[in-house]
Nanobody
Framework: QVQVVESGGGEVQAGGRLLLSCAVLGLTFDDIAVGWFRQAPGKEREGMSCISLTRGGPAYADSVKDRFTILTDNAKNTVYLALNNLKPEDTAMYYC?????????????????????????RGQGTQVNVSS
């Protein structure tokens, strides 16, 4: 069974950092794209970053490209999102999604912009709270 499991959220003060983890179970990274998006109460989903071993990326939203970094550990089938210099406006539930099917099996600006992806495998999310 294919699953995506996020972890690593928490509460930090502005300027702090967190490392979010996304374990992708039941798939290999060869032909998929994996990325992160977030959603705060009352706001639209916002694509943060995506990556693919063989199909493009990494890509970042303009709002986070100088502060967030996406990383992979292929041996562990895990994708990380390093959050640095966090701001109160980064407070949201952060979700990881794995995409097997076109066109979102490629990391691109469309992966970030066209949310939700109808056939993506998504986790339950991990909450990030940033206090001022």
């Amino acid at each position: 069974q294919v699953q995506v499991v996020e972890s690593g959220g928490g509460e930090v003060q502005a300027g702090g950092r967190l490392l979010l983890s996304c374990a992708v179970l039941g798939l290999t990274f060869d032909d998929i794209a994996v990325g992160w998006f977030r959603q705060a109460p009352g706001k639209e989903r916002e694509g943060m970053s995506c990556i693919s071993l063989t199909r493009g990326g990494p890509a970042y939203a303009d709002s986070v490209k100088d502060r967030f970094t996406i990383l992979t550990d292929n041996a562990k089938n895990t994708v990380y999102l390093a959050l640095n210099n966090l701001k109160p406006e980064d407070t949201a539930m952060y979700y990881c999604a794995a995409d097997l099917y076109p066109p979102y099996d490629r990391c691109s600006g469309s992966w970030l912009a066209d949310l939700p992806h109808p056939r993506a495998i998504r986790g339950q999310g991990t909450q990030v709270n940033v206090s001022s």
